[in-house]
């Protein structure tokens, strides 16, 4: 079954996961031991990020690594990016009131 990105950064284990190895591929074991929560349950986890495309799974030797894939990413930088850019003009329009309310000098009602 194939994931959606968003539904695997939806979890905070999975987003803790991601932050873990974004520089640095860990083992499996190097990972779990970050948690409180069961090998299987991190498997779990694992296997949605592999799914939705976030990380990637290489063995060397005996060891399985996780790598970090993060353009996929990319699809919820854009979307938030679209609700960023109104929320920022909403909070400029706050500012300039609140600083016209100052510069005023009147007290508020």
């Keep these: 079954m194939r994931r959606d990105v968003f539904q695997a950064i939806a979890d905070p284990t999975r987003r803790d996961i991601i932050n873990l190895i ?55 930088a854009q979307w938030v990016e679209r609700y960023r850019k109104g929320w920022d003009e909403k909070f400029d329009a706050l500012d300039n009131l609140l600083e016209e309310l100052k510069n005023n000098d009147k007290p508020l009602k």
Excluded at 26 to 35: G, V
Excluded at 47 to 66: F, M, V
């Design 22 to 76: 974004a520089f640095k591929p860990m083992n499996l074991n190097a990972i779990a031991d970050n948690f409180d929560v069961s090998r299987p349950a991190i498997s779990q986890h694992i296997k949605i990020l592999t799914e939705c495309g976030l990380i990637t799974i290489k063995k060397q030797g005996r060891e399985r690594y996780c790598e970090p894939r993060l353009k996929q990413l990319e699809e919820v």
